[in-house]
């Protein structure tokens, strides 16, 4: 009576997301039975007695003739087949029960022993596994699928977002099914189509968005609304509705990277499978059992509304856990010889690691299929030559000619949608003239047509006159940047922008995302090669490249400011004209000189490469003459360089005084090209000249005195260390200001953070001694006093004050022995006493030396203000760096979304890390930009990606010219290092990235730049180089052993 119904051990799979080998589940089927024999039906009747009514995801329902005994997976097959779908494993087929929930069908059942009423019941085509990157969706019909279930979800309201992403995707489906703007006929369309309920609100959007995606072919409208549902927290979630132990509503769900609780629709937990031991039910009770970690609870429970509920929602977790955490299909369980006991209930399909390698190894050829929606007629993009290889479907392995499986099913067709469309024959021949990629067409067997697509989309990219070539370099590398010259035109910039198509940019397919896929990665390494053995190979030429790339990286952020914050303020008129001009007088001259700058050294460089005639190419293989030029050019800057600290200080003011200004800002956090914080991007100008001071001392010191170059770069560096030396007092007090006002933000509790006099020490994880045991808290050191918070369960993603203790009178002792806890020590306050926990003693030591600096300043001074500012320690100013990223996940950018993004804060927090001054005083020195070649640890190619190390974090970009990183990994806690032999990494210049069981490798094209990356990433993540700036010369030597 009392015992759990049903279990399922969530086996471990350290190193990889998709699991290792080993230990790979257990499956229903019975020892020496495979899926074809387990489909057939059990009696041996071939009676059709059963219709079946299957909804597909484009609307058309389709009647199926079946046996009455016929299994599941059976029926799935004959689906899959009827729509000739490769990438099968990713979708399932869903019915409404008696209780109307949803519920998947069950490929190892009967079909009647599931669906009570089948002859009445309605099933449906969906999409049941999302996986978190659309370019892991191999193949383009899979992703017009996919595409399909998302418009399904919003119309039904699953997914929700704001009226902004709403119109952005309907813009894009618009695009798909309706070809380029048209008012009238965009106005038509959305009469007779229901995207959204209510969608008349949000039309105007709609058609404004639709305006930009002039020339974009169907499936590159497609892949973009599935990235940008993606980025979605609602994406591919199914609520199941529950309720704690307290009995407060919530809703739970499961995704890829495990179980997830919200409360309404925001989510307020995760459960990593990586935590996760075992999940169970017990009547209407869902256990999940945790690996004990800390002082928490290692078994929560949830109550459901029935039991079947409980079960249904036990199952989903069982299967997404296989297909994304497991590498190898469930193995038989032996058969019980007297009974068993609990449901027996596990995954029975592919996992989705079968799935892709099987995709990468088979090669299929892309077949065409029909999009039945689809009224684009004409095509000026030859996409189809650039989509991934295709996979056989799985089901391909079940047509045996014994298994129902194989037998011809009659189907018969009709829309269910009110406006008629005209359906092709299923396997009709194709004319010529169907092999456009915008042509609607049916999908036919790959054996009547892959040659003559192959052969015609061969032949088309190797004429330079024919149509399709054309249009293909025509293509920009990125078709987001589209939008950014419509928004960049009126704005009176003169800005130029170019794209350069180069040969890996032509390589590269706009539906694949290179971040988190590996599809296509290798084909690049040859290319790479041969540029490699022609470009030159002196230190200073590569040193000369960092300058270029790193300044590319800082144009960019200028026109975050100069260009899309201009534009959102402008268009909401948020912005008082006095601040407007205060703001962009001061920046705008120095963009502007930038853009001229950068031109210089990308003609230099390209001289240098010997890409041109030159007669002399020896007289342009320096920098040093460009460098000299430019820096007694930037001192006329100066001025407005040091009217950047009023600047920051007004705009801070302004937004705390005008609520519509502080709404734009916030918004404007919240988009994609604002990858850090808004007020981040306006110390930029002044951590510039920090780098160059850096670049222009390492050319020196590579230069003999007698090189032709030293000279001009010796006078270039005295030139950039004057300005520095005016601006470095400025710099250290925009640097705590802009944190000041940051974690102002970021807790909740106080009110005047940014008082004058008040400096920023350090913030991190520590663990406090409470009633309950040791408690997990943030705490954040002051000049004048110590707050430690925790970050609760909230939807503003804020941390909470729960300690405020002035450091006047303050006493800090080491406790360890006292308390009996390792790296313990006591703070006692004139208020109270609290025992806190380090991780390590590297972490206690360098808070207690901090906390004792801190008090013994707190005496010493009289004042206030400039207490940390003074000559004795400018050198441990803090450098704010704050991410807008999630620490374990690509960042999240929601467009209305009313939740902060996560910040270094919220990194310290999951990490267990702390940062002090030095560390970001280290950090702003170590930034760097430039290309590389990523490879996952499991994964078998290379990724050519644009690559930016700045505040603690590699930001992921397709090409130097995007607007906006694809992804992003904070670094901290991560240990760097050259690979092992056990790694299996042949090549040269590899440096290995590692925290847990997460490790990427990075390929660098020289030694030089191999050397600057490994040094930058040491120097900013590792805890003992980031202490030992702490410490006295003395000490350092006996501190490291």
């Not at 995709?359 to 684009?376: F, L, N, Q, W």
């Amino acid at each position: 009576m009392g015992e759990i119904e049903g279990t399922y051990r969530v086996l471990q799979t350290p190193g990889s997301r998709l699991g290792v080998q080993k230990n790979s589940g257990v499956s229903t089927l019975e020892p020496g039975q495979n899926l074809s024999t387990a489909m057939s039906s059990p009696a041996k009747t071939h009676e059709k007695d059963l219709q079946v009514k299957i909804k597909m995801l484009d609307n058309t329902v389709e009647v199926l003739d079946i046996e009455s005994k016929y299994y599941g997976q059976a029926l799935l097959t004959e689906v899959y087949k009827h729509l000739n779908l490769n990438e099968s494993d990713y979708f399932g087929i869903e019915f409404q029960n008696i209780q109307s929930y949803w519920i998947w069908l069950e490929p190892m059942k009967p079909v009647i022993k599931q669906v009570r009423r089948p002859k009445t019941t309605m099933l449906r085509l969906a999409v049941k596994f999302f996986p978190p990157d659309p370019g892991q969706l191999q193949e383009e019909y899979t992703r017009y699928l996919f595409a399909l279930q998302i418009k399904r979800d919003l119309a039904e309201e699953r997914l929700t977002c704001s009226d902004n992403t709403a119109a952005l995707l309907i813009s894009h489906l618009l695009q798909s099914e309706i070809g380029d703007f048209d008012e009238s006929e965009d106005r038509e369309h959305l009469k007779t189509n229901q995207y959204l309920p209510n969608q008349e609100r949000i039309q105007g959007k709609i058609l404004e968005f639709h305006r930009k995606h002039v020339g974009q072919t169907p499936a590159e409208s497609d892949f973009q609304v599935l990235e940008i549902a993606r980025k979605l927290e609602m994406y591919g979630i199914r609520f199941h509705l529950a309720s704690d132990r307290e009995g407060t509503k919530i809703n739970l769900a499961v995704s890829h990277m495990g179980v997830l609780v919200f409360q309404g629709n925001t989510k307020i937990n995760t459960f990593n499978w990586s935590k996760v031991r075992k999940l169970s039910f017990k009547r209407k009770r869902f256990l999940i059992k945790l690996h004990p970690e800390g002082p928490y609870q290692d078994t929560l429970e949830f109550l459901l509304g029935s039991r079947d509920e409980c079960k249904n929602f036990w199952k989903i977790c069982v299967e997404y856990h296989t297909f994304f955490r497991l590498f190898d299909q469930p193995k038989p369980k032996a058969k019980a010889v007297f009974f068993t006991r609990g449901s027996s209930f596990r995954y029975s399909g592919r996992t989705q690691k079968q799935l892709v390698d099987y995709i990468k190894d088979s090669g299929m050829r892309k077949t065409p299929y029909e999009r039945r929606h689809s009224k684009v007629r004409v095509s000026t993009h030859a996409s189809n030559t650039d989509v991934p290889k295709q996979s056989v479907a799985f089901t391909e392995g079940l047509r045996t000619p014994g298994s129902p499986a194989s037998a011809t099913v009659p189907f018969h067709s009709f829309h269910s949608s009110a406006t008629p469309t005209t359906v092709l024959p299923i396997f009709a021949e194709t004319s010529p003239s169907s092999l456009d990629p915008r042509v609607p067409y049916t999908r036919i067997p790959e054996k009547n047509t892959a040659a003559p697509v192959e052969e015609t989309g061969r032949k088309s990219m190797q004429q330079p006159g024919s149509p399709t070539f054309q249009s293909f370099q025509g293509l920009p590398v990125d078709h987001s940047q589209l939008s950014s010259l419509v928004l960049k035109s009126p704005l009176g910039l003169n800005t130029v922008f170019q794209v350069n198509l180069n040969a890996a940019g032509q390589g590269s397919s706009p539906l694949l995302s290179p971040v988190l896929s590996d599809a296509g990665g290798a084909r690049i390494e040859e290319d790479d090669e041969m540029k490699r053995k022609r470009y030159p190979t002196d230190k200073a030429y590569f040193i000369a490249k960092e300058i270029l790339a790193t300044e590319r990286t800082y144009l960019k952020d200028l026109e975050v400011i100069t260009v899309w914050f201009r534009s959102a303020v402008i268009k909401e008129n948020a912005m008082p004209e006095g601040l407007m001009t205060l703001l962009f007088s001061n920046i705008d001259p120095i963009y502007e000189f930038h853009r001229g700058f950068l031109k210089e050294i990308e003609q230099r460089l390209s001289l240098w490469e010997g890409k041109t005639n030159a007669h002399m190419k020896g007289d342009y293989q320096r920098i040093g003459d460009v460098m000299l030029r430019n820096m007694r050019t930037l001192k006329e800057f100066t001025s407005y360089l040091q009217k950047h600290d009023e600047v920051l200080t007004e705009l801070e003011k302004a937004t705390k005084r005008l609520k519509k200004l502080e709404m734009v800002y916030k918004e404007f956090e919240l988009q994609k090209v604002c990858y850090l914080p808004l007020n981040t991007f306006l110390l930029k100008p002044i951590q510039r000249l920090m780098h160059y001071k850096l670049i222009l001392g390492r050319l020196c010191k590579h230069y003999t005195a007698e090189h032709r170059d030293f000279a001009d770069c010796r006078n270039a560096l005295k030139e950039v260390t004057e300005m520095t030396s005016q601006l470095q007092h400025s710099l250290i007090r925009l640097e705590n200001f802009q944190k000041l006002t940051e974690l102002q933000h970021d807790l909740i509790g106080i009110d005047n953070l940014t008082a004058p006099g008040r400096e920023f020490i350090r913030e991190g994880c520590l663990y406090k001694l409470t009633k309950k045991g040791l408690q997990q808290r943030m705490f954040f050191l002051f000049s004048d006093m110590l707050l430690y918070t925790s970050k609760g369960v909230t939807g503003t993603n804020q941390f909470k004050i729960h300690g405020h203790l002035p450091l006047h009178g303050m006493l800090v002792e080491e406790s360890e022995n006292e308390w009996a806890v390792p790296h313990c020590f006591t703070i006692y306050s004139a208020q109270k006493t609290i025992v806190v926990a380090a991780s390590t003693r590297l972490e206690m030591g360098k808070w207690m030396e901090d906390l004792n600096m801190a008090i013994e300043m707190a005496k010493k001074s009289t004042e206030k203000s400039d207490m940390l500012l003074d000559n004795s320690v400018c050198n441990r100013s803090n450098i704010f760096c704050s991410l807008a990223v999630s620490p374990e996940l690509p960042p999240r950018y929601l467009l209305g979304q009313a939740q902060r993004p996560n910040t270094i804060t919220h990194v310290c927090w999951y990490r267990n890390q702390s940062l002090s001054l030095s560390d970001y005083l280290c950090m702003i020195q170590n930034q760097l930009s430039g290309y590389l070649l990523r490879k996952f640890k499991n994964s078998n190619g290379w990724q050519k990606l644009w690559v930016v190390f700045t505040n603690f974090c590699l930001f992921f970009y397709k090409t130097h010219q995007d607007d906006y990183p694809l992804a992003s990994l904070p670094l901290l806690g991560y240990a760097v290092s050259s690979p092992v032999e056990a790694d299996g990494i042949q090549k040269d210049y590899v440096f290995k990235l590692q925290f847990k069981s997460h490790v990427y490798f990075f390929r660098a094209e020289s030694k030089y730049t191999f050397e600057r990356w490994m040094e930058v990433i040491k120097r900013a993540t590792s805890s003992p180089a980031r202490s030992s700036l702490l410490l006295p010369q003395d000490k350092k030597d006996s501190h490291s052993d």
